[in-house]
């Protein structure tokens, strides 16, 4: 009898001492569209071809334009703006899609017209 209660004693100490572990793993992707919302430094939701997606911003985020000019965060805050195309790449943190890098699909430059 004393066998068996100090079987069930450890059995139910090894149950307690197990720990379990959970592994993330994470993919880089790109996500491509037209901003309908932007809050800069926050969150960003971007009207793509399969409806609208958001996303939210990472510590540190990445900005260029299309020709691979990189951007300060301040100049991409004038630059990204509702109805803008922009191109970001992201990675999925549970249901979160946090943003890297946003790339704008402009350079800037303005045109000016003469009479």
């Known amino acids: ?7 069930l004693l450890l059995a139910g100490a090894s ?5 379990s572990t959970t ?5 880089t992707m ?5 901003v309908t919302e932007f809050t800069p430094g926050s969150a960003m939701v971007i009207r793509e071809e399969s ?3 958001s996303y939210r911003y990472s510590d540190t985020v990445t ?17 990204i703006r509702v109805g803008a195309p922009v191109s970001v790449g992201y990675t999925t943190v549970g249901d979160d899609r946090v943003i890297s890098r946003v790339e704008i699909d402009e350079d800037g430059e303005v045109e000016v017209e003469r009479d």
Do not use: D, W
């Open 63 to 79: 900005y260029s334009t299309k020709k691979g000019r990189t951007l300060t965060a301040e100049e991409a805050r004038t630059r």
């Open 15 to 19: 149950a307690f001492a197990q720990t």
């Open 1 to 7: 009898m004393k066998n068996l209660i100090a079987a």
């Open 51 to 53: 409806g609208p997606v």
């Open 23 to 27: 592994t993330t793993t994470t993919t």
């Open 30 to 34: 790109t996500g491509t569209g037209t």
